[in-house]
């Protein structure tokens, strides 16, 4: 089985859930962890623990994490080495959310990479984009 | 051939666009409505949500029936989305093809009746819901995936209770 858990700084990862449910519905596949100002490495060590520890072994993990210098993922990092089933990205977006939730990830790595490249091209920079968009009609 | 059509009244929005055309497996949206296909601004908005690697159309009524009995289009794998009721049972009526109607997104206005809390329809949206059905289509209400489908006569019985 696949499990998502979102992880950042304050409670941005439950905001991620709130939006992604709002276009998808309730999932029980979906986890979030709240980093809080006072948490140190070994109390977000402690929460992360307790929800991979939940998973089983056949289990795919993906934690998505906000940003890759921060707390959240240097923290996260350090649980690679026991949990082969586990996948880090970092830079959560909500269309990178969507894609990892609608993939099975039957092929995880491959998926991955995938659905980065497509949640990428989900930042834009909507003056441009309206502009190339005002030229095609024209040209229509 | 088409995979589906949506009624939703925010035609191409975040369920649309990510969920449905997977879901469908569509490779071309086609948007079917009169004020979207002539107002630029609004074809403009909604090209933004279109999703990678999908054709996307927005067409007049009459235009949008037009390619979707198109011969050339039959390869495609087509998602419909219309704005509302009427124009839904336009197309079901013009096209012999159509399945499946899918119930998705209505807002609450003056005298619409709540369904869920994304649906609220009248007693005329009922009837064109009604006449869609009697041209043998398929009519269930499912404005998002992880939500059960309410098939026409629950929906009936809702908005009797409701009303």
């Known amino acids: 089985m696949k499990k998502v858990i979102i992880l950042t700084h304050g409670r941005l990862s439950e905001g991620f859930q709130s939006a992604f449910e709002i276009i998808c519905g309730k999932e029980n596949g979906l986890e979030t962890i709240v980093m809080e100002a006072k948490d140190s490495p070994t ?3 402690k929460k992360i623990q307790e929800k991979i520890s939940k998973f089983s072994e056949d289990d795919t993990i993906i934690l998505l994490t906000d940003i890759p210098a921060g707390s959240t993922t240097k923290t996260a990092v350090s649980f690679l080495k026991d949990y082969k089933n586990l996948y880090i990205v970092s830079g959560i977006n909500l269309g990178l959310l969507l ?38 009609c024209k040209e229509e | 051939m088409i995979k589906l059509l949506r009624i939703d009244q925010r035609l191409v929005h975040g369920q649309v666009a990510t969920y449905w055309v997977r879901s469908t497996e569509a490779d071309t949206m086609v948007v ?27 067409l007049t009524l009459k235009d949008g029936i037009d390619y ?93 209770k409701n009303k």
């Open chain 2, 68 to 160: 979707i009995n198109s011969p050339s289009n039959k390869k495609r794998k087509i998602l419909i989305i219309v704005g509302n009721c009427k124009d839904g049972r336009k197309v079901c009526e013009n096209s012999p093809e159509v399945a499946d109607v899918n119930i998705g997104g209505i807002h609450y206005e003056e005298g619409r009746v709540s369904i869920t809390n994304q649906v609220f329809l009248t007693q005329e949206d009922l009837d064109e819901l009604d006449k869609m059905e009697a041209y043998g289509k398929n009519v269930f209400l499912q404005s998002i995936p992880n939500e059960q489908k309410i098939y026409l006569k629950e929906v009936h019985e809702i908005y009797n």
């Open chain 2, 32 to 58: 079917i409505n009169d004020k979207a296909a002539t107002d630029s601004m609004t074809k403009m908005s909604l090209k933004l949500g279109k999703p990678a690697g999908v054709r996307f159309e927005i």
């Open chain 1, 43 to 45: 109390t977000l060590s």
């Open chain 1, 99 to 136: 894609e990892i939730m609608m993939d099975p990830m039957e092929q995880a790595e491959e998926s991955i990479r995938r659905s980065i490249a497509l949640s990428k091209d989900t930042i834009q920079f909507i003056n441009d984009e309206l502009k190339i968009l005002a030229l095609d």
